[in-house]
């Protein structure tokens, strides 16, 4: 048997999802400490009634910044190179009447 090199392995695609069912203007923890580096591809978010802002952090960056309404659209994301143990975390701001909040963090490693 033989060893197969770690570049020529397919990137692993997963998703960090879930639903706040009464959101507060609070910090979020998706992630207290990824276990391996990745790369963060898409940020999205949405709500069943009113608004709010949703702004992704790693560790201290800034990954992306969502205005969540019932049409949310996918955030644009810099700073997406998480390293290994690093926190993920959703930091809700101006929230005007939200409920039912739902979420997709989707990253490759």
Known sequence: LGTVALARLPALAAA???QIETIA???YTIDPGVVAGRT????Y?????GTCTATLYN?????G???VTTSSTNATISNTTVAADNALTIVVT???GAEN????????Q
Not at 45 to 49: L, P
Not at 59 to 63: E, P
């Open 16 to 18: 960090y999802t879930g």
């Open 40 to 43: 963060i591809t898409s940020l």
């Open 59 to 63: 560790a201290a960056s800034v990954v």
């Open 25 to 27: 203007d609070k910090t």
């Open 45 to 49: 978010a949405r709500s069943g009634a």
């Open 94 to 96: 101006s929230n005007i």
């Open 101 to 108: 909040v739902v979420f997709s963090v989707e990253y490759t």
């Open 65 to 67: 910044v969502v205005f």
